[in-house]
């Protein structure tokens, strides 16, 4: 079952998953209530609530080590995730009724785009999931502020080669733009 979800999800070997996230019913009982009332009067409200039913359980969401997923398989499969070194701003989203049910939406938003790249939609406990989205946004600024740090090491050490001539100018121009990237 894991590695089937693993191929769905293309996680590397590296990525494992913190969280699996399914939207509560909750987040959907207008829908169920209109669809009841649609049954009582006509009877076809069953359609509807079946429909939704569904499309709540076909959706999935991720946390993993290195990105947030998106899962949704009904009658596709589609999948989308945004790393986390890409995220830009992390809303969440409660209405008063939300809060009260500890049900909400968190939108991720990346980038270069001004527009919401993944919402997670209707999801228990938003609050700690945001908690758990914001740690590891925190972890990846720190280990690219570590590599900064590592790349001006080295830079300084293959100066300091370059000076003694045991390396050329344009060794050391080459080393620096790899080092830089």
């Given at each position: 079952m894991e590695k089937c979800i693993n191929e769905n999800l293309g996680l590397s070997k590296d990525e494992k998953?913190?969280?699996?996230?399914?939207?509560s019913p909750l987040g959907f009982i207008v829908y169920y209530l209109f669809g009841g009332f649609l049954c009582f009067l006509f009877g076809i409200g069953i359609i509807l609530i079946l429909i939704v039913e569904l499309n709540r359980r076909k959706t999935k969401y991720y946390i993993t080590n290195k990105r947030v997923i998106h899962e949704y398989t009904f009658l596709s499969n589609n999948v989308s995730s945004v790393n986390y070194s890409k995220i830009q701003d992390l809303h969440l989203e409660q209405g008063f009724i939300e809060r009260e049910f500890k049900i909400g939406n968190i939108k991720i938003n990346t980038a270069g785009s001004n527009k919401i790249e993944l919402e997670l939609k209707s999801i228990k406990n938003p609050i700690k999931v945001?908690?758990?989205?914001?740690?590891?946004?925190?972890k990846e600024k720190i280990e690219k502020i570590e590599k900064k740090e590592d790349?001006?090491?080295?830079?300084?050490?293959?100066?300091?080669?370059?000076?003694?001539?045991?390396?050329?100018?344009?060794e050391f121009e080459n080393k620096?733009?790899?080092?830089?990237?």
């Open positions: 998953i913190i969280e699996e996230i399914t939207p945001k908690n758990i989205i914001e740690k590891h946004l925190s790349a001006i090491d080295k830079i300084e050490r293959l100066h300091s080669l370059m000076e003694k001539g045991i390396i050329t100018k344009s620096k733009k790899i080092l830089l990237e």
